[in-house]
């Protein structure tokens, strides 16, 4: 071996695992020490959790969930408001799509000219749709709307469109600039050099954000009726308060079909746009 070989072996030694240069170092350690600073703040009770007399009362409580109800009338009961939640969580992430789309378009810069005057604004209100849940949409809504589905479906559509057109903004602005640029060069206006240059580009991540979201409202829609909103929440919440807990297994196994379904046609539907 020379001395260039001496000087530059083949091989290299794996970099600290702690660097006091290296910023996401210390935003990690930053990170690890919240997380033990929760669990020794928090009162945790992790002996009476796992306590003889608490898994006693656990296994008491699951076992009269057992046998769950499988009379007709009821399951057809059940098949109803699953059908409602998946309503409610198909038509609210459609409303929330099509409004987070058109905020998005102001919240955005689209090149390095754009005078972007409403972004600040725009980001305000979608940062503040999304900062209140589901659940406190659908109780604030209920004084309008009253009871049943409606109410749920707007929750959803207001929350999710906070949520999606903050991602569609940050898609729009990630966008390869190129053929926008060269349309703009063209004296092609806003709106058509939208549509024609950056919107083919970022569609499919569009898509993938609202199928997204789409999976996580089932879960939402099938909670928000615990306040009335309908659906299979509205239901659960019903026959919870009866101590039926018989129904209620049947009541949380179509909760399981439901979102079982919407995840596999979800995810094969991403695939599909990935292609």
Known sequence: MDRRDAANPPYRLPPPLFDARCKACWFTAGIAALVVASFVSLD????????????????????????????????????????????????????????????????????????????????????????????????????????????????????????????????????????????????????????????PQVLPQLLSYTLYRWENNIRAAAVLGVVGAGGLGQLLAFHMGLFHMGKTATILGGMLVLVAIVDAASYGARRLLAR
């Open 44 to 199: 945790l009770q992790w002996a009476q959790f796992f306590s003889a007399e608490a898994l006693r009362s656990m296994g008491r409580f699951l076992g009269e969930f057992f046998p769950p109800d499988t009379q007709p009338e009821f399951l057809r009961k059940v098949a109803w408001a699953a059908w409602e939640t998946l309503a409610m969580s198909a038509l609210g992430t459609l409303l929330a799509a099509i409004a987070g789309l058109v905020l998005a378009l102001p919240a955005s810069r689209t090149h390095a000219g754009a005078r972007a005057l409403w972004r600040t604004p725009t980001r305000l209100l979608l940062n503040a749709l999304r900062s209140v849940p589901e659940l406190v949409w659908a109780a604030l809504l209920l004084i309008s709307a009253g009871l049943g589905p409606m109410a749920g479906t707007l929750a959803l559509a207001v929350h999710t469109a906070g949520v999606l057109g903050r991602l569609f903004a940050e898609a729009i602005e990630n966008a390869p600039s190129g053929p926008a640029d060269a349309l703009r060069a063209q004296g092609v206006g806003p709106l058509r050099v939208m549509a024609y240059a950056t919107l």
